[in-house]
């Protein structure tokens, strides 16, 4: 299997897109950290990787918090000996605010979990690789309003792109170490972070529907494998041709 041997943790994995990886990383061989905000979901989730044979540990981080991401890398080597492969997907939605009244704590509190928490995954995932010389891989979730924008999304969008600035600077910082950043770009996908936006999303997807989290996972577990080994400081879109259009 891809993930023989290896170690991946996974952000925000109690549920959607984080979910699907952190399950498919198992499968594949790897053994997983699952992390979330919502530790019982994510107790969830590791639960349901052992019962299928695979090794999991679940624990809380909140990723707004450097101390909590810190602590989710060093459980890795601590439980696992390394960390392999680092997913920094832990999101929230905000479609809902104005640039002209959006309030600075929406703005904050936006930025704290969608930007300075990958600042924060990336940061502590390349100092325990670089450490242990482990030629890993770190995938940033960010969207397709990593590339383009959205009205009624300002935050969410500027975090969003800079993630994707974010992961070129560490990747040219980290590429001579063999420790490869890319980020994924998924449009709409059916999880519970778009409830209520089903039905006004559709019809901008070329593929005529929403993406499921499994088709982001395999992307995401691509990147994190050693077959994507000349692949980083690069965006890839899962998009059903939404930014083609
Ligand atoms: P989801 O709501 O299903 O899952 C997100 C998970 O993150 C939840 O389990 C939640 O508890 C956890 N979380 C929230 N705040 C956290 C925090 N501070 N620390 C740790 N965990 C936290 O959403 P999803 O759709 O699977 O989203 C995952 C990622 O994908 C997000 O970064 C999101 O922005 C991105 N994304 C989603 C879509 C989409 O349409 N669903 C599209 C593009 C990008």
Known sequence: ARFTGKVAAVTGAGSGIGAAAALRFAAEGAAVLVSDINLASATQVAAEISKSGGRAVALRTDVASESDVAA????????????????????????????????????????????????????????????????GSIVNVSSILGLVAFEHAVAYTAAKHGVVGLTK?????????????????????????????????LPLHPAARLGTPEEVAALICFLGADEASFVTGASYLVDGGYVAK
């Open 72 to 135: 989710l890398v060093d459980r890795a080597v601590a439980e696992f000996g390394r960390l392999d492969v680092m997913v920094n997907n832990a999101g929230i939605g905000g479609l809902e605010t104005s640039v002209d009244t959006i309030e600075d704590a929406a703005w904050r509190k936006l930025m704290s979990i969608n930007l300075d928490g990958v600042f924060y995954g990336v940061k502590h995932a390349a100092r325990v690789m670089k450490v242990a010389k482990v030629r």
């Open 169 to 201: 600077a560490a990747a040219l910082e980290l590429a001579p170490l063999g420790i490869r950043v890319n980020t994924v770009n998924p449009a709409f996908i059916k999880t519970p972070l778009i409830a209520g936006l089903e039905e006004a999303v």
